[in-house]
């Protein structure tokens, strides 16, 4: 059982940089890929980005290639997402999950956070 906690979300402005960071319980952090969802009022989630075990392999979402950056470090049991260039389409609530391997879809996954809340305004 892995449980994951997210922060740094908030208001924003367009234009800025924010930094998410999530927390995983547990001793068996680095045996997971991790990823990065968001899923906005009214849409379907979508991926964002994820990282293989080690944290030598990304891959990211369409969207969000040049802008945002996944990374992790395995001895604090974290994984970040690096964001730059927001934009008010960027609004979402935004999840980190946890899997067996790195995959872009939701249903591969088989834990995950509580969400948290990033606002980009105008």
């Known amino acids: 059982q892995v449980q994951l906690v997210e922060s740094g979300g908030g208001l924003v402005q367009v234009g800025a940089s924010l930094r998410l960071s999530c927390v995983a319980s547990?001793?068996?952090?680095?045996?997971?890929?991790m990823g990065w969802f968001r899923q906005a009022p009214g849409k379907a989630r979508e991926f964002v980005a994820t990282?293989?075990?080690?944290?030598?392999?990304?891959s990211y979402g369409r969207s969000f290639q040049g802008r945002f950056t996944i990374s992790r470090d395995n001895a604090k049991n974290t994984v970040y997402l690096q964001m730059t260039s927001l934009k008010p389409e960027d609004t979402a609530v935004y999840y980190c999950?946890?899997?067996?391997?790195?995959?872009?879809?939701?249903?591969?996954?088989?834990?995950w956070g509580q969400g948290i809340q990033v606002t980009v305004s105008s």
């Open positions: 999950a946890a899997g067996p391997l790195i995959r872009f879809s939701s249903a591969e996954y088989d834990y």
């Open positions: 990282v293989s075990r080690s944290g030598y392999t990304t």
């Open positions: 547990g001793r068996t952090f680095a045996t997971y890929a």
